[in-house]
């Protein structure tokens, strides 16, 4: 597939690794979440196929809450309610090694503490990117205790796209904006118990985001930092198919929600 053509569920994306454009990018692969490929009406697709359930949406109406934007389709949140959580996953985290990553267009009113993705188990337990009023924060929780690293003034800036990434490996976590590392890695000693995996965007602890999301991303695995930045270079490097490749269509359930998402916008169908 043409690096000029945006993958999306009309024109088709890497459905499997071996359909990928960057197949490497599929290794340790547990839930992906990527808006651009097309709104999928009060569900979010996790298209990792690595077996994970659709995500609801909750307090949102995806007549206007699936918003258009330069990183194509992505998920507006009002910093009130709104969230997106999605069923327990078939694996659970490698909390000795693993990476969350998201694009993020945050507005006026987020907050420092407001979720963006996470993955969490029943007791709260977990890993988490959260940010917002100029600092970005990567943190890992388990047992009621836990570990936060965050750094302002780097640039996480309101009405700009970021991407984010937190990496936890060899005992230390890494944070980097826009794909270069920020702060100082921060040492952290992982659960004996790898955690229930069960991801959600938007919010964190009750702490809601003002912000636009277009990707959310999680692997059992430490990215490397050319990889982290190939995300940053292309937003679609995770879903992007290679050019002799069957085409993944729109399951029928979700092409359905997104005939109806067209019309209620009056775009037709």
Known sequence: MSDLLIPSYSQGYAQYQADAENPDRWDGLAFNWHGP?????????????????????TNMDPATDW??????????????????????????????????????????????????????????NGAHLIGGAGTIRFG????????????????????????VCGVAVNGFMHLYLDGKEVGTPLAYTPPVVNETMVPQLGEHNGNFNTASIATGTIWNRALTPSEIQKLFTDEHA???????????QLTVDAAAAQANHLMLMGMGV
């Open 140 to 163: 890992l929780t388990d047992g009621g205790g836990g570990k936060l690293l965050s750094v302002a003034g780097a640039g996480y800036t309101n009405g700009a796209w970021h991407h």
């Open 67 to 124: 918003v258009m934007t330069e990183k194509g389709w992505a998920l507006d949140f009002d910093g009130i309610n709104q969230m997106v959580l999605f069923p327990t996953l078939p694996v659970t985290l490698n909390s000795a090694a693993f990476s969350l990553a998201a694009w993020v267009f945050p507005k006026a009113g987020s907050d420092t503490i407001d979720g963006i993705v996470r993955t969490r188990d029943g007791d709260q």
């Open 37 to 57: 490929l097309g709104p999928t009406g009060v569900v979010a697709k996790d298209v990792s196929g690595r077996g994970g359930g659709d995500g609801v949406l």
């Open 238 to 248: 995770t879903v992007r198919a290679v050019d002799d490749s069957p085409l993944a």
